[in-house]
C-alpha cells in the first residue's frame, strides 16, 4: 500500500543519483531501518515520488511565471490549485512514467511572493528542485518525515503530515506579516506547500530554506529547546558523524556558551523574541533552535593567509571533519546588515554569526528556528499531564506557548549565546587596511564598537503581557478637565 | 432619544469654538436641516459627545503609548478594548459631565502601527484630537454620517454604521497588506476605530486623513465614480460655495479631462489599478474618487515672484475664492516619489500632483478615494435589481465589484486623467538653477522627462483573471522528458 506500489519506477536519467553526490550535512551515508512515513516510501523506491514531485513543481511553478505582476491578496492565502497528471499526458500535462497523480498547490501567488522576497527567481527554484535530482536524506529528526535536498544544497522538501499542513495554512498571513516587519527572522523560510494525491495516499511537502550550507562543513550541532527533561542525544545518534545533540549536551561541552559581541547579541536576542512572539501568538510549541557550529582553525596562520590569495573552487567537496572553510570567503560568510542569523533580502542567506567558545576559538555559527509547524496542541496537552504525573512540569519540553516561549528565549540569550566580556575601551588606532595578516581578517568579524545602536531588550514577562489586551489602564497623560 | 439627551451638555473651555475657527473644505457655514443619525445630535448639542470622544480616544492613545515596542500580530486585528467612564470618575478615569459611557477600541495597537507607517506620533494624533476643539461639518456625503475635522486640519472623524465597523474589522488584515505592498495607495488612511456606548446608543466612529488641506484652497471638488446615472450634483449642491461636482458636471466642464505628465499619468493608473484589485478583493463598490482640484493662477508672473520671497503665515486664512497657493510652497506641494496621489510614509501626506485643463491652465490635483466601506452587498443588489427594470445595467453605479471596479478604473485613466501628447523632444539646455522668474518654477513642476521607468499598466481584463485561481495551464517551460 504504498505511495509508489501502483506506479511503475522508472527513473529518469536526471534521477540517477550521480558519482558526484555530495555528503550531505545529515548523515545520509549511514544506514538506518528503512521506515514508511508521511506516504513516501524510502531506501531509492521514492525516485517515482521525486519524479513526480518534480513534474508537479515544474508544471505549477512555471504556469505562475507567465502570471501578471500584481499584489498579493488575503484570498491568495486560501487558493489550491489542482491538477491531473495522467500517465499517458494531456493537453496541459506531460505523459511520464509515475502513474497518474494529482498534484495541488497551496497558495501559489503567496509563496511566489515569499520567493521573490528571499531572493529566489522562478528560474532558479524550477531549476534546483526540477532540472537536477533530489538527494534523499536519512531522518534528522524524530517526525518520521522525508527530507529531500536539492543538488545545489539550498532547498529542503520535507514531508509534512495532514494536520501541519493545514496549519501552514492558516499560518500564512500571520507569517506575511512577520517578514514585512521583522526582516532577521530566524523561522523557516517556507517556499512552497505541495500536495501528490496518487493511488489513495496523500503526500504533503513543504520546501524550506537550508541554512547549514554544506560549502562550509559544521563540525557540531545542536538541537535546543530550552528544555533540560531528556534533551541529550541517543547512543545511536552519537555514532553518526555529525551527531546532532541536544541541550544537555551543549551545556556540557559548552558550559560558559557561545560568547556573541555586544551588538550582536542584542541583534540575536530581540530577533529571537520577535519570532517567539509569533510563535507563541499562533500557540507553536515545541520548536528548535538548530545550531551548526563552524570553527575556524587560528593555529596556521600561514595557511590561512594563503587560502585568502588562493581561488579554491566553491564546489569543492565538502569533508566533515575539521575542513577550514575557504578564508576568501569569511567576509562574505559574516552577517551584515544588523541581522544575526537569518537575514531575508540578500542574495546569500547563510551567512554565519561570528562567535567564540571558552577555549578563545573562533566560531562561525548558523542558526534557525525549526519544527513549528508540529503543534499537536491536543496531543501535546495530553503528553503533558501524563509526564507531568512524574516529573516537574517546567523542565518538560511541552508546555503552553508562553511559557515555552519565554523558557526558550531565556536559555538562548543567557546560556547559550552571551555577550563577550567588555574589555575598558581602548582607543588604539586602527593599522591601515591592508591585508597582511589573517589575524587582521579574524578581527574584523568582531567589531566589538560598530555603530548599530543596540535594540532595547525588554524583560521575556512583557512578551506575555503584550498578547493581552490591556484592559487595566493608566489615566490618560495629555487629557486636562 | 438622542445621544446627548441625558447628559449635561457642559462645554470644557478648550471645545468652544474660536472666533479664529478656519473655513473648511466643506461648507459647514451654509445652515441646512438639521439631521440625527448615527447617535450623534447635530448643531451644536453634541458638545457633550465631542468631549467624550476627546476623552475616550485620550484615554486609549495615551495607554498604547506606554506599550512596549513589539510586532503586530494576527490577532491585533481583533482586539477590542473596552473602558468604563462613569460621570464621577474612577481609579482610571478622570470625572467628566458627559454622562456615564462605555469607549470601545478597536484593533488599537494595529492602528497604531498604521499611525507610526503614516508618520503620525501618538503625541500628535492625541494633541490633534483631544487638545483642540473638534469642528464639526455639514454633511458633504449623502450617506447621512457626521463629520468632524480636527482644528489642524488633519483628521477627519466621521461616524459609521454598525455594518461598516465590522467591515472595517475584517478588513484590516488585506488593509495591512495593501499598506506593505502598495506605498502610493490612494485608500483612505484610518488612524483609529471606536465606538462610544452612551444611554443604550452606539456612536462608532472612525478617524481618517484629510487628503484636502485647507491650505490650498479648492477650486473645484468632484466625487466620481465611472457611473453615469443620475451622476450630477443637485442643484442644492451647486448653491454651497464649494460644490461637489459629480462625474457628469466633470465630463461638462472637462470634456477633455485633465493632462498630466506621461510618468505621472502611468504612476497614477497602475496605483488606480492596485487599489481597485484590494477593493474588488473586498467585494468593494460604490466608492468614489474625490478631486480637489487647486487652480495655479498663471497671470500674476510679477505677484508670484514676490511670494517666493514673502513668508506668508502658513495660518493664513484660507479663501475659497481663486486664492493664490504661497509659491514658496509649491515645490513641497508637488508630489514626489513616483507616487501620483498618496503617499504613506513622508511627513506632509497631503501633495497635488501637477496636471493642466484644456485651458492650459496649471492645477494641483489632490486625490483620494473614498467611501469603501459602505458595501452593503445585498441591499445594494436589491437596489440594482430593481433600478435595472428601467435603466440599462452598465451605467448604474451599483454592480458587481469586478465591473465595478474595471469600470472606475477605465473611466480615472481614460476620461478624467490624461497623457499631456508628447511633442518630440527638445533638448535645450535648462538654466542655471537660480530662481529667476515664476515660470521656471512652474516648469519643474512638469517635468516631462523625468528618469522615473513607467510601470507597465496591464488592461483591466488582467484584473479579473487574476483572481480567478488558475485552472488552466500552460505545459511547464522547463520540464524536459
Not at 187 to 193: A, H, R, T
Request: charged residues 20%; positive net charge; hydrophobic residues 30%.
Amino acid at each position: 500500500t504504498s505511495a509508489a506500489s501502483d506506479t511503475q519506477a522508472v527513473v529518469p536519467d536526471a534521477f540517477v543519483d550521480s558519482g558526484a553526490e555530495k555528503q550531505m550535512i545529515t548523515t545520509s551515508k549511514i544506514p538506518g531501518p528503512s521506515r514508511r512515513n508521511n506516504g513516501v516510501k524510502k531506501n531509492g523506491t521514492s525516485s517515482s515520488v521525486k519524479g513526480a514531485i518534480q513534474l508537479g513543481i515544474a508544471h505549477t511553478v512555471g504556469g505562475i511565471g507567465q502570471r501578471a505582476d500584481r499584489d498579493v491578496l488575503m484570498q491568495d492565502f486560501y487558493v489550491v490549485e489542482s491538477t491531473f497528471f495522467p500517465g499517458q499526458g494531456c493537453s496541459l500535462t506531460p505523459a511520464h512514467h509515475y502513474g497518474d497523480f494529482h498534484f495541488k498547490t497551496y497558495a501559489p501567488f503567496a509563496f511566489q511572493y515569499f520567493r521573490e522576497l528571499f531572493g529566489i527567481s522562478p528560474v532558479d527554484y524550477l531549476y534546483a528542485l526540477c532540472n537536477e535530482p533530489l538527494i534523499e536524506l536519512s531522518n534528522p529528526g524524530a517526525s518520521g518525515s522525508v527530507f529531500f535536498v536539492s543538488s545545489n544544497d539550498e532547498f529542503i522538501i520535507k514531508s509534512v503530515q495532514h494536520k501541519e499542513a493545514e496549519f501552514l495554512q492558516k499560518l500564512l498571513p500571520g507569517y506575511y506579516m512577520n517578514l514585512n516587519q521583522n526582516k532577521c527572522t530566524l523561522l523557516p523560510k517556507f517556499y512552497g506547500l505541495y500536495c501528490m494525491q496518487t493511488g489513495g495516499r496523500n503526500i504533503r511537502l513543504v520546501v524550506m530554506n537550508n541554512f547549514l550550507p554544506c560549502s562550509v562543513c559544521m563540525h557540531l550541532k545542536y538541537d535546543l529547546k530550552g528544555s533540560t527533561f531528556k534533551r541529550r542525544a541517543s547512543s545511536k545518534e552519537r555514532e553518526k558523524t555529525l551527531p546532532t545533540f541536544k541541550d544537555l549536551d551543549f551545556m556540557k561541552d559548552n558550559p560558559d556558551g557561545l560568547f556573541l559581541d555586544s551588538d550582536r547579541h542584542n541583534a540575536l536576542c530581540k530577533t529571537i523574541q520577535r519570532d517567539c512572539l509569533v510563535l507563541q501568538s499562533f500557540k507553536i510549541i515545541d520548536y528548535s533552535l538548530l545550531v551548526g557550529i563552524h570553527i575556524l582553525d587560528q593555529m596556521q596562520p600561514e595557511k590561512m593567509t594563503e587560502m585568502v590569495e588562493g581561488s579554491s573552487s566553491p564546489q569543492e567537496e565538502c569533508e566533515s571533519t575539521r575542513q577550514k572553510v575557504h578564508y576568501s570567503k569569511i567576509k562574505d560568510l559574516v552577517q551584515k546588515d544588523g541581522c544575526a542569523g537569518g537575514i531575508i533580502e540578500t542574495k546569500d542567506k547563510r551567512r554565519g554569526i561570528p562567535a567564540k567558545n571558552s577555549k578563545g576559538e573562533q566560531l562561525l555559527v548558523y542558526i534557525g528556528i525549526i519544527d513549528i509547524l508540529q503543534s499537536y496542541r491536543l496531543v501535546k496537552k495530553l503528553e503533558h499531564s501524563w509526564k507531568a504525573l512524574f516529573h516537574d512540569g517546567d523542565t518538560i519540553s511541552v508546555h503552553r506557548p508562553g511559557f515555552y516561549a519565554e523558557r526558550f528565549q531565556k536559555f538562548m540569550c543567557t546560556k547559550v549565546f552571551k555577550k563577550i566580556p567588555q574589555s575598558p575601551p581602548t582607543f588604539t588606532k586602527r593599522s591601515p587596511p591592508t591585508l597582511t595578516s589573517s589575524h587582521r581578517l579574524l578581527n574584523d568579524l568582531h567589531p566589538s564598537f560598530t555603530k548599530q545602536s543596540p535594540p532595547t531588550l525588554t524583560s521575556s514577562h512583557h512578551l506575555q503581557n503584550d498578547l493581552r489586551p490591556l484592559f487595566t489602564k493608566q489615566s490618560p497623560p495629555t487629557f486636562t478637565k
